[in-house]
């Protein structure tokens, strides 16, 4: 049998379940930065997860003018074992490599959460529940600062704010320009994003 036959699901499991941690530790990090409400039970649930790996190291890295310092160190310590786990399953193995490709593997990740955030946004809209909901106060928290930009740009027009709209392209372009710079920078392969 193929060693890929193997290899193919232990890469996806590992790209669930590290991508699932660095993104709980990314958002940790975005919503301290908004000052989002952590009493809300989904900043609960982000906490609970990330305050066993955090506590540890707030010892040692404290923060920094409001940065949380120790979620963004933590969110690139669990991306690099990622990388490094997927190259060791695809019979190349290297942790310098890795400890690099976790910065543009971030900022990419950072986009993603950014513009699925304000589509979500957007959906829980559309419903009258969708305001109440845990999920919408953190959504609002974290898109608040992206969306207020839009506005300035782009005003509501008959009734319909196109801001979230403004945003999501502004994002999509921006990660165009990124993106490629930061792979190539890192010479990263752009099948590990």
Known sequence: MDSGYLATPLIFLVQVIFGFYTLMLLLRFLLQLVRADFRNPVSQFILTLTTPVLKPLRKYIPGYRGLDIASLLAAWIVKTIEIAIILLLSGAAGIAPAILWAIPALVYLLFMIFT?????????????????????????????????????????????????????????????????????????PPNLL
Do not use: C, E
């Not at 559309?126 to 845990?134: C, D, L, T």
């Not at 959504?139 to 839009?150: F, K, Y």
């Not at 782009?154 to 710079?181: E, F, N, Q, R």
């Open 116 to 188: 699925f955030s304000i589509v979500i946004g957007v959906i829980l809209s559309w419903f009258q529940a969708g305001y109440n909901h845990p999920v919408a106060g953190v959504i609002h928290s974290l898109n608040a600062p992206i969306l207020r930009q839009a506005s300035r740009v782009v005003p509501v027009i008959s009734g319909i704010d196109l801001a979230p709209l403004a945003a999501i392209l502004a994002l999509t372009v921006l990660k165009m320009l990124v993106m490629p710079l930061l792979i190539t920078l890192f010479n990263m």
